[in-house]
């Protein structure tokens, strides 16, 4: 079976959901696709509604302040978009959101609907604003200068120009499109504008200004930091705090007065800590995110004004200082050239040059060019904000230039910024569940109300003790005190995290954590040292091999060392060498110099004038010309002057130099790159028969392999000519030198702690912007992939000549070589080796291109890359977090651990996020460690397991408590008598709000064990234990209850008018469950796999102990002065005393033997699994059916048989295309390819073809770094490259 687009089973369908034909949206298509209903105010439901917050006492406003959407219903009436006075808007994860529309003019004037007669006009005033006006003096009104609010008296004036309607959502506008009759998203001139426009504007007018000022507002990424005292009506207003107060009102008038006086101080407590724990993840992001400078502009007569940056708007024309900045906006360069450094965005820290984008007036006929701007095809052209200039370069003393095209929260870094404020919101199931059990806990709160109120009739009691003890039972049956226990959990797990020096700014984060299954790596700086180190060189003469330098000192003079001074591309910022970091590391580990001769360095822009580079120890006075040949010297002099760079591209997979040495007369190319590229390049003669043997004994072992080749060129050459030659020309027919050999070295904890979380069967992937081939490297060397496993290329792509890209290709690839020998072992006698199959087992990899089209034209297959992918790579920021959310929706729970501000959108969009680094990934992260490596990650994941386990068992235990509870009190209600005050004081603040304290002490197991704890409070095995468990509450009680009836000398409760409550009943209910609220805090003290043994928390330990002696010295043998404060009759009778210990004996023993060898058993667990996937469609997760899929299919992935190595395969691609016909499908299939496949790779509007073999999969052109680094004998060429 091979799979392919359009396959109706098991669709799966990425970015947002389908849209309903009925319904209106904004932003469609996109990530940002939201639904959208107009609404306009109804003042008879508005009058309805306030009457019935009032008839409620308020609550109802209470539950429009939960469900604002609610309020918008219950008050206005749908209407048109163009009508709409207010906004409604549901995204695609469910959440709504209400927006008021907004109506102004063009020049600021502040509109207001109001029906009055049709003969009031309007005419708009301007202001004339100077041309460096400040956007805030524009945009703002001021009622002290002209301003003036206008009266519209009918919808026909909403059809005027001059008025804007919009609405704010998600820090973004949307403005009404009168045309299109629907409300579309602000946009700067990111697109759909022509690149003459941006060389002719000279900047803007005063009105211009004052316009575009209103529509844009200020430039400015504001995150606010709400105000305390906003902050406090929040978290007070929340549902579970809304309930303590009611709670604590009831118990006030109850006069139980110490108990709610304790709830009091621990929920004072517990919002002042929630407080500030917002306040200062806002001022964290404030602090990170805010940035001001003074810009300098261009605006009106073209003369330059010095302006703050918040002041910039669309259109404007600035100046890039000459030593750069940090961009406050993204802007289109017009003139001089930038070297950024774009790493907030990207993650890679090479600097990048940035050049003007082209003007199509000035284009030589012939020439194409694009003439619309597009802000991704002409990213090299972009300054993008949040970016580091740092340096310009010009000609002469012009300016380096450029034009805004985005402000705000609409640029690259304002869309990072977005994606913190509003995450993919989290579903975690135990938070949910925990709601469910809420709800269940009120109905059976709701019909103890009713059996209270029947029985309190029924005994004739007035209305203030009805109210108060049916009232009563359900702040019993729901526990107040349920947030603060499981708080106390989770702060325990915090100071744990502390201690090992990870930082938790999310405490929710912790119980999350404890659920993961997969864990996503960066690779540079995470698994790896930040840096590449040098290994070495192997140099090649006669076309053989010598043996590896490791020490460069020893590398003698000669064209090899030539070759490792001069081809690069190195430049000199600010006195210190900048560029790629292999070439520094290269260049600086042969001890030479670098110097740029000619004018400043800022000014110098395609200047002619050479790179010089000479050894340290050679003093020579360098030369400013480029006619070395007029200055010969008998006596050479060890300088060498770079004339030409062929830049690195990928689709080429090499860079070259011409380069003449002082004094010489010949000009000599050098080149390096991709050996297999390379090695093609040369005379074969000077290649080493042994090269693949070489070279796969350094790929094999995760190094970077370069190699380096040379050759001189013609005499008759001159510079001229140099500079006029295609790279085609020149590159060929080189000379083999030798092997550079590099080494991104793994941090020594990353080995062990990949296997740690693979042994606990938790998913380890690796995504990265770095290079496929190094990271494969890097995941078979720290075992994320085994050594028998193999590794598939999932590489999809358009072919050369589909310029509509309406035709996309999806291929699969060996990345190894399936020929290598076995590795021998030998055994002694009478041993048995059973050899696995090393082919079942297979990984994916997949580079961020290919992830786009697989995401774009191949959804269905999604799934099963993601589930059986290892290593991602070349993944953008935003490519990071899309793979995230996949991986969530196929039912995984993910973490993301990085180290770089371009992994901010994946920590935030994770289930949990652990940030190595203090500065813009910390924002975005719950953790931060301290220590630098991924020692955090099992760290994070067992506290988090057993923060998860604590809070699930006291989940369990408050619910148990509040149910045990609920039946004492329903069975003295019965025979109209309750618990005393004191005695809810004994077992409320004594026995449970201590046990639950220090419950959540037991600390975390230190092994991780192979499957995540439950979290689910809704699965089968919860919902039994709790209902066994408050089974044998209930027998014991009911019990203890008649038991005592049946005793002669047993005096039945007489109601009386001053509520004593002391009685045999009474007294025999209190006994039999104060001792199991101890007993359920043992049961369900849970210790392995996920916490330390129960022994091991002394407290918890000694506050068993003290409560069961404490409970037992008030059964057996209490003072009387505990009688009297507690209101108890004890029976005279000793051994009938000790009967009240033998029962709880028996409830301990049976309840541990029920819920830790019955429920707890491999064969319960495993049936009632069975059943719940059977009946419930419960416990199943995506990827599991996506994994049976997978090994069901036997024949899938279409992988070619071929056994070839790819390090042996040297056929270009394109060479490959151009052989075959488009139309003659068998060309492009395994020559073993039945015929079922081609009928179906046919039918398919986007043919998933597969590859002829080996031999025809070469590498894409997304698989080598900056550099052209080999993880792997892997390769393909573009069909971009010359002949």
Aim: charge should be negative.
């Amino acid at each position: 079976m091979i799979c392919r687009k359009g396959e109706k089973s098991g669709v799966y369908v990425t970015g947002p959901p389908a849209m309903d034909p009925n319904k209106e949206y904004v932003n469609p298509g996109t990530e940002d696709q939201m639904a959208i209903e107009g609404y306009k105010l109804n003042k008879w439901k508005r009058a309805f509604t306030y009457l019935a917050c009032v008839v409620t006492g308020g609550f109802l406003r209470l539950v429009f302040y939960w469900c604002p959407h609610w309020l918008l219903r219950w008050t206005h009436s749908t209407c048109p978009l163009g009508e709409a006075e207010s906004i409604l808007l549901l995204d695609q994860y469910q959440q709504w959101f209400v927006s008021k529309v907004f109506l102004t003019t063009k020049h600021g004037t502040r509109i207001k609907e109001v029906k009055l007669s049709p003969s009031i006009s309007f005419q708009a005033r301007r202001r004339n604003n100077p041309a460096c006006t400040t956007v805030r003096d524009a945009a703002i009104p001021d009622h002290n200068k002209e301003v003036e609010e206008a009266l519209l008296s009918h919808p026909e004036a909403h059809m005027d120009d001059s008025i804007i309607r919009y609405f704010m959502v998600k820090k973004v506008k949307y403005l009404w499109n009168r045309h299109h009759q629907t409300f579309e998203k602000l946009r700067g001139y990111e697109d759909a504008t022509s690149c003459s426009y941006f060389h002719e504007t000279q900047g803007l007018t005063g009105a211009e200004l004052e316009e575009r000022s209103i529509l844009y507002g200020i430039n400015a990424i504001q995150v606010s930091v709400t105000p305390i005292f906003i902050l406090l009506i929040k978290e007070v207003l929340s549902p579970f705090y809304v309930f303590q107060v009611f709670s604590m009102c009831v118990w006030y008038s109850d006069e139980y007065y110490i108990y709610a006086t304790c709830i009091l101080l621990i929920t004072t407590i517990s919002i002042n800590t929630s407080i500030y724990q917002t306040r200062s993840m806002q001022r964290a992001l404030r602090n990170t995110i805010q940035a001001s400078t003074t810009v300098t502009v261009f605006r009106g007569d073209n003369e330059p004004c010095n302006i703050q940056s918040e002041d910039l708007i669309p259109g404007d024309v600035i100046e890039i200082p000459r030593h750069g900045c940090i961009m406050q906006c993204d802007a289109v360069l017009v003139a001089g050239n930038c070297i950024v450094d774009e790493s907030m965005l990207t993650g890679e820290s090479v600097p990048v040059t940035k050049t003007p984008l082209p003007n199509p007036k000035l284009v030589k006929p012939g020439d194409s060019i694009t003439t619309t701007f597009d802000i991704k095809e002409h990213a090299r052209h972009v300054l993008f904000c949040g970016t580091r200039v740092i340096q310009t370069r010009y000609y002469g003393n012009k300016r380096v230039k450029a034009v805004v095209v985005r402000t705000g929260f609409y640029t690259a870094k304002g869309e990072l910024v977005r994606s913190i404020l509003y995450p993919k919101p989290v579903d975690f199931k135990f938070e949910r569940d925990t709601y469910i059990f809420v709800g269940v806990l009120a109905f059976i709160a709701a019909l103890g109300f009713i059996y209270t109120v029947i029985l309190e009739i029924q005994h004739g009691e007035d209305a203030k003790d009805i109210a108060l003890h049916s009232l009563d039972i359900i702040t019993i049956t729901v526990p107040p005190a349920l947030p603060a226990a499981l708080t106390v959990g989770i702060i325990f797990a915090q100071r744990r995290l502390k201690s090992h020096g990870i930082y938790c700014i999310s405490p929710r984060a912790i119980n999350i954590a404890g659920s993961l299954n997969a864990v996503c790596f960066d690779k540079t700086g995470t698994l790896t040292e930040d840096g590449l180190m040098m290994q070495g060189i192997v140099p090649s003469q006669d076309a053989c091999f010598h043996d590896e330098i490791r020490d460069m000192c020893e590398v003698t003079k000669g064209s090899l060392l030539v070759c490792m001074a001069t081809c690069h591309s190195l430049t000199k910022i600010d006195g210190t060498l900048s560029g790629d970091p292999l070439d520094l590391i290269m260049f600086s580990s042969i001890g030479w110099d670098l110097e740029e001769p000619g004018l400043e360095e800022s000014s110098r822009f395609d200047m002619m004038v050479p790179t010089i580079v000479y050894p340290s120890k050679s003093p020579d006075v360098l030369k400013e010309t480029i006619d070395f040949a007029e200055k010969m010297d008998p006596h050479p002099k060890e300088e060498y002057g770079i004339l030409r760079q062929f830049t690195f591209t990928s689709s080429l997979q090499r860079m070259s130099v011409i380069v003449r040495q002082l004094q010489s007369a010949n000009f000599e190319l050098y080149c390096k790159g991709a050996p297999e590229m390379i090695a093609r390049l040369c005379r074969p003669s000077t290649v080493p028969d042994n090269f693949q043997s070489v070279l796969s004994s350094y790929t094999q072992h995760g190094y970077r392999v370069i190699a380096l080749a040379w050759k001189p060129l013609s005499s008759k050459i001159n510079y001229v000519k140099i500079q006029r030659m295609q790279r085609e020309q020149v590159e060929k027919d080189l000379l083999f030198l030798g092997l550079l050999v590099m080494e991104n070295k793994l941090k020594q904890e990353t080995t062990p702690v990949i296997s740690q979380l693979r042994e606990a069967n938790i998913r380890t992937i690796m995504v990265t912007g770095d290079n496929i081939l190094t990271a494969l490297s890097v995941a078979r060397e720290c075992d994320m992939v085994d050594p028998p496993d193999k590794v598939i290329l999932a590489e999809a792509f358009y072919l050369p000549e589909d310029t509509t890209q309406s035709n996309p290709q999806l291929e699969f690839v060996y990345a190894d070589d399936r020929n290598k020998k076995v590795e021998e072992v030998s055994t002694g006698e009478n041993m048995t080796i059973q050899i696995d199959d090393p082919y079942d087992k297979f990984h994916f990899a997949v580079t961020g291109k290919s992830w786009s089209v697989l995401r774009q034209h191949f959804p269905e297959i999604l799934p099963k890359i993601v589930v059986k992918g290892t290593v991602f790579a070349r993944m953008s920021p935003s490519q990071k977090a899309q793979l995230i959310e996949v991986l969530q929706e196929v039912g995984y729970y993910v973490a993301m651990c990085g180290d770089g501000a371009n992994d901010c959108g994946a920590l935030k969009t994770a289930h949990t996020g652990i940030s190595l680094s203090e500065a813009e990934a910390s924002v975005a992260s719950p953790f931060t460690s301290k220590t630098p490596n991924i020692q955090c990650v099992p760290t994070v994941i067992a506290q988090g397991r057993a923060a998860l386990v604590t809070s699930f068992g006291i989940f369990k235990y408050m619910a148990c408590y509040s149910l045990t509870q609920f039946i004492s009190v329903c069975l003295l209600y019965w025979i109209g008598a309750n618990m005393t005050d004191f005695e809810f004081l004994y077992v409320d603040l004594i026995l449970v709000s201590t046990l639950s304290i220090t419950f959540g002490r037991t600390e975390a197991h230190p092994k991780l064990a192979k499957e995540p704890p439950p979290f689910r409070l809704t699965s089968l095995l919860p919902i039994m234990s709790l209902v066994i468990q408050i089974g044998i509450q209930m027998a014991v009680q009911v019990f203890c209850f008649y038991h005592i009836q049946t005793q002669p000398w047993f005096k039945p409760y007489q109601e009386n008018p001053d509520d004593d409550y002391t009685s045999y009943e009474n007294t025999a209910v209190f006994y039999g469950s104060a001792y199991q609220y101890i007993i359920l805090a043992v049961v369900f003290a849970k210790g392995p796999p996920y916490r330390k043994r129960l022994f091991t928390n002394y407290l918890f330990l000694g506050n068993i102990i003290t409560c069961t002696l404490l409970t037992m010295w008030l059964t057996i043998y209490p003072p009387e002065g505990a009688l009297e404060f507690l209101e108890l009759m004890p029976p005279d009778s000793i051994p009938y005393r000790l009967l009240y210990v033998g029962v709880a004996t028996a409830n301990l023993i049976l309840s541990l033997l029920l819920e830790m060898f019955v429920l707890d058993s491999i064969f319960v667990r495993k049936k009632c699994n069975y059943y719940a996937e059977k009946w419930l469609t419960l416990g199943v997760h995506r990827y599991t059916q996506i994994e049976e899929e997978i090994d069901g299919c036997p024949d899938w992935p279409p992988v070619s048989p071929s056994s070839t190595s790819l390090s042996n395969s040297f056929i270009p691609l394109e060479n490959q295309l151009s052989r075959i016909d488009p139309k003659d499908n068998d060309h492009m299939l395994p020559p073993d390819t039945d015929t079922e496949t081609l009928s179906m790779k046919s039918q398919s509007s986007s043919p998933l073809k597969s590859v002829s073999s080996v031999e025809d999969c070469l590498l894409d052109e997304d698989s080598i770094s900056s550099q052209l680094d080999l993880g792997q004998p892997l390769l393909r060429q573009s069909s971009t490259e010359g002949s």
